[in-house]
């Protein structure tokens, strides 16, 4: 992706989000994801911007999981909220995944960035 150079990511911290998704917050690198996404969603990808999105601040995140049950996501929250471990990363590339409706992820293409 022209513009942008690859850069390095650090993520630690738990948060537990709606819908009873906890992610792997980001430490490092989170002004460069939200410039990505802001270009991706302003580009290439404009038609297919997620109305919800629209509506909220977009928050960089490495998805950990979804639990359904609320008590059980409460708990795992509980469980790993005072993990400090840090995880590190160097992005040179985007995947484009398409979710189908069986929620099958589709690798559809790969951006260098350069």
């Known amino acids: 992706m022209k513009g942008i150079e690859p850069f390095h990511i650090e993520l630690q911290g738990i948060s537990k989000e709606s819908g009873n998704y906890l992610f792997l917050n980001l430490s490092k690198g989170k002004e460069q994801i939200i410039e990505l996404y802001r270009r991706l969603y302003r580009g290439i990808l404009e038609d297919y911007y997620p109305d919800f999105l629209k509506k909220v601040e977009f928050l960089p995140h ?53």
């Open 62 to 114: 490495l998805t950990v999981g979804r639990i359904e049950s609320d008590p059980l996501c409460n708990m795992a929250f509980e469980e790993l909220k005072g993990m400090q471990e840090i995880f590190m990363d160097r992005v040179d590339e985007i995947v484009v995944e398409i979710i189908d409706h069986n929620l099958d992820s589709i690798i559809e293409s790969t951006i260098k960035i350069t």
